[in-house]
């Protein structure tokens, strides 16, 4: 009898880059899998996002927009009292719930959103908790958010051992951020002012630092624990990583083209780093930031002219080419990144 195996097209690019088959083939054999009456359905349930995913990733979006809209209305009409009381219930709620279809139904993934909705009560319960008691009257907006995301933080850090799922990481690493934005703030505010705000400099700078940091982190997360199915630990430590880092140094005012051609550069280098890393995140914020500094130069050199368009069209289709070209040769270009870092080197690279 055959043993049947179930592979996504990831494991075919992996085997390329080891050396296993040559990487121009890698999208003629996924092709050819896909098309084998026998072999099609378990291809292409492993090949990405499906409609159960999305269900589940959207009602837990449903939901949260629905318990914000929820605890404002519930905190005007009873006070603060009631919005702690029902975050703590609804936390007990979304915990039970999901303790039985984690552990006892088996279903992993709705699980684990079930008990990431119940940490994110944390945070509600604690504001409303120290408003109800009087204590946020005394305190300022940062000292306040301190203390939500120090038990955020701490409820996610538990909760994320003792469950095992992938998506309670996410508020871990999203817990960092922010706490990290707070210290730096409460630090810095006797020297600099407040600078809580995305109109400093400082700001940006510091959440460029602390992205910085996050990557590292994940980076270390993706070493130790891998990327297994379910267990994906490091997938929102270099989300959370790369938007600290990216969207302030986008933000940031360089004040010069040489400043701005420096911010082109990190963006090759970010899809550069996608190809080491395997984490398509780099390569998406890479490419935006470098499309944005294109326009910049095509805005620069040719707004006043009739040739403006005419280029900008220009361009667009060279990206739409270098995108169709990518895809078709992804492995041999990635194998070929991977074959100028030194062997010492890669093989400690996290891979999929």
């Known amino acids: 009898m055959t043993k049947k195996i179930t592979i996504s097209k990831q494991d075919i690019e992996d085997a390329a880059r080891q050396g296993a088959m040559a990487p121009r083939d890698v999208e003629s054999l996924w092709q050819q899998l896909l098309q084998q009456k026998g072999g099609a359905r378990e291809v292409e349930a492993n090949s990405g996002f499906d409609f159960a995913q999305l269900a589940w990733y959207g009602g837990g979006v449903l939901v949260m927009i629905a318990m914000a809209w929820f605890m404002e209305r519930a905190g005007s009409v009873f006070g603060t009292g009631s919005v702690f009381m029902l975050s703590l219930a609804y936390a007990v709620g979304f915990a039970a719930l999901g303790h039985k279809l984690r552990f006892k139904d088996g279903q992993k993934t709705p699980g684990g959103l ?12 604690v504001v409303s ?18 203390f939500a995301e120090i038990a955020t933080l701490g409820i996610a850090l538990v909760a994320v051992n003792r469950v095992k799922v992938s998506i309670l990481s996410a508020p871990v690493f999203g817990s960092l951020w922010l706490l990290s934005m707070t210290i730096a703030d409460l630090v810095a505010r006797p020297y600099l002012g407040p600078i809580f705000g995305f109109a400093s400099n400082a700001y940006l700078l510091i959440s460029m ?134 062997e010492g080197v890669r093989k400690h690279l996290p891979r999929a």
């Open 114 to 125: 079930l008990f990431t909705l119940a940490v994110l009560m944390a945070p509600l319960a």
């Open 129 to 146: 908790g120290l408003e109800a008691i009087g204590i946020a009257a005394r305190l300022s907006g940062s000292q306040v958010a301190l």
């Open 209 to 342: 630092g602390i992205g910085v940091a996050i990557l590292a982190l994940a980076f270390a997360t993706d070493s130790r624990f891998g990327r297994e199915p379910g267990a994906d630990y490091s997938w929102w430590g270099y989300f959370f990583g790369v938007a600290a880092f990216w969207i302030p140094l986008s933000m940031l005012d360089s004040g010069s083209e040489l400043g701005k051609l420096a911010y082109f550069g990190i963006n090759l280098i970010m899809m550069v780093s996608s190809v080491l890393l395997a984490r398509k995140v780099f390569l998406l914020a890479g490419a935006i930031g470098s499309i944005y500094y294109i326009g910049h130069v095509l805005w620069t050199y040719f707004s006043d002219s009739l040739a403006f368009p005419l280029a900008l069209i220009g361009v667009g289709i060279a990206v739409i080419y270098l995108g169709v070209q990518y895809r078709r040769q992804q492995a041999s270009i990635e194998a070929y990144v991977l074959g100028l870092i030194p």
